[in-house]
Structures are given as C-alpha cells and as structure tokens.
C-alpha cells in the first residue's frame, strides 16, 4: 500500500488572518495520532465547513489543519480490536475537522472512540448525504420524541433553515413519520422542493427574524427544530403551545437569546439543546439506525449532489450564502 494521498490543506499567515487552501500531495506519517487508519470516500459539507475553509469563526486555531467534520470510508489498519481492516466506518462530531485533522484527505487518523460502525443499509456516500447535518436533525427528532411530542391533527412542527442541511433531513423524517411540518426560509423559490421534502406549508424567515416586544404570543406550534438561534429562536418560544418543545442545534444567526423566561414559566415551553459532537456512542448508534429505518432514502437521494474534492473551493463560499440547497456529498477520491 501507498501511504501518500491527496488532501485539501489550510495554511494560515503569521498574524493567522489570512487562511490559504492548497491541495497537496502527504504521507500517512504526515497525520495526527489514532488508533484507526481510515481510507476515506466520502466526507460532506456543512455550514461549520464554510466557515473553516474561509477562516471564519475561530474554529480553527492550530495550522496547517485539514478540514472536513465528518467522513466515511473503510478501515485500514487498527489497534483497537473493535475495528478490523476492511470495516466500514463513519466519523460526525468530536471537533474533527476542528481541532483534529478531517475529511478531506484520502486518509485520516482517529481515536477509535470517535468512530461508528456504517450501518447496514447504507453506502457510504449515503451515510455522507446524511452526514452530521442528518445526524443532528435525527437527535433533534428523537429529543423532540423523548419529551412526548407525537403526530397529531392538531398540532404543527417548525423546521427553520429548512433548505439547509438539518432542516431538509429533519422535514423528509418528520413528514415520513406522520407529523404536519411547517417549513421555514428566505428563499421563495425553494417551496416547491420543501414541500416535495414533505412540509405542509411554508413559512417565510422574516416573520420569525424579530424578537417581538411581547414576552408571549399566539400560540402556534407544538414542537420546532431550529438551526438559526438569536432573535428567531426566541420569537419561537414566544409562540409556542402549552408544554410546546424546541429542539435547538445551531447558532447561524447568533449566540444572543433576546427572550425572556415567561414561556417557560407560563406555558411550561422546553428548551433542548442538540449537542452532535459529545454523543454517548449507544445513542450515536440508535441514531444511525433509526435514520437507515425513519429517512426516505429516495428523498435523500434527491436532496443530494455529489461533486470530487478538487471542487469544493467555491461551495465552501456559497454555502454561507446560502446558495447549496439539500446536501453536498465529497468524492474525496476525486482529487
């Protein structure tokens, strides 16, 4: 076996603010200590991913660094005797990509630890289109389960960020499931693939963008998936039905929460916050399976593009602008 391989590397200047891709050619001593070497297929891109590989954010502090947060490929070689050479492994979470070296490069070096088996079921590439943007919206269904939110006549779940990578994978769950989606997004002409997704009505961002100057108002939705945070998050809360529960799993329009605890002290509103990286592995696992057995896998396929490595420059940038719509799976072979 070779032990050189492609890989996307980000460079930084001295006073660390300007941030430099190159795609160069390495060798397995190059990588990070692990216990598990991983030939890697496929990764994927998130929002998290645009904001790396443009050097936004801060969520990088130590160069050259590899990006990429998650990724699927095929065992190597191992010194943990829960994987063999020739299994099949997905990596999402524990700051890969991060503060660990990630995806995009044909082989990375993990802690066992980190790793899950690729569930029967799936390809790789369709583990990559599920991906931690999946993922996270499959922890956020389940916490949504978890605090007795059912399908029902009466009552609707909000998916904000529905053309990004949770809330598309969250709505074809719910839809599949039998709950009543109501989809958020600034983009008109994405209605008619989030209704094919499965939501029953769409609801545009900038009625929830504000925080509304009433602590409480009309009460709208039994349950919401929210990936934008700040002023939307907390106009949600105001809105929420009796015992109403949110599940919250990303911060796009900021950390701030302009609310106040009247929701949850008058109408027993809660507040759940989704957390992919630091996932017990049994949950990570249940996971993985309720996705193979809850996500359409026919929607999945239409809510994918797959595009080689060596293209994935100019989406880094418009997935902050919010031009990628569904899922973005990475040929990493494809280099």
Not at 307 to 313: A, H, K, R, T, Y
Request: glycine share 10%; charged share 20%.
């Amino acid at each position: 076996m070779s032990d050189s391989f492609r890989a996307l590397v980000l460079n930084a200047s001295a006073d660390g603010k300007k941030i430099t891709p190159e795609f160069q050619t390495l060798t397995v001593d190059d990588l990070p200590a692990g216990d598990v070497l991983v030939r890697v297929s496929h990764s994927t891109l998130n929002y998290k991913d645009g904001m790396i590989l443009n050097g936004l954010g801060r969520l990088v502090r130590d160069y050259p660094h590899v990006p990429g947060v998650d990724f699927a490929g095929e065992v190597v070689t191992s010194f943990d005797d829960r994987y063999q050479p020739g299994d099949r492994v997905i990596l999402t979470g524990w700051r890969v990509g991060e503060s660990h070296w990630g995806g995009y490069a044909q082989m990375a070096r993990v802690k066992a630890d980190w790793l899950v088996p690729l569930p029967a079921g799936l390809t790789a590439a369709q583990a990559m289109a599920i991906g931690t943007a999946g993922f996270t919206a499959m922890l956020a269904v389940m916490a949504l389960e978890e605090q007795g939110v059912a399908p029902q006549a009466d009552g609707e779940i909000l998916v904000t960020g529905a053309a990004g990578g949770v809330g598309s994978v969250a709505i074809s769950i719910l839809a599949h499931l039998g709950y009543r989606v109501v989809a958020s997004t600034g983009r008109p002409e994405n209605s008619d693939y989030l209704k094919h997704l499965g939501a029953s009505d769409i609801v545009d961002r900038n009625e929830l963008a504000t925080a509304s100057a009433r602590p409480l108002l009309s009460e709208r939705w039994q349950g919401a998936i929210d990936s934008v945070g700040s002023t939307t998050l907390a106009h949600i809360l105001a809105e929420m039905k009796y015992h109403g529960v949110v599940a919250a799993c990303g911060l796009a329009g900021g950390a701030d929460l302009p609310a106040t605890v009247i929701p949850f002290l008058l109408r027993g509103v809660r507040l759940i916050g989704i957390d992919s990286v630091l996932c017990p592995y049994e949950k990570r696992v249940r996971a993985w399976q309720r996705l193979v057995r809850d996500l359409p896998k026919e929607r999945l396929t239409e809510a994918t593009e797959v595009i080689p490595l060596s293209d994935i420059l100019p989406y880094g940038e418009k997935i902050l602008k919010g031009e990628v719509r569904g899922r973005l799976v990475i040929d990493v072979q494809a280099c």
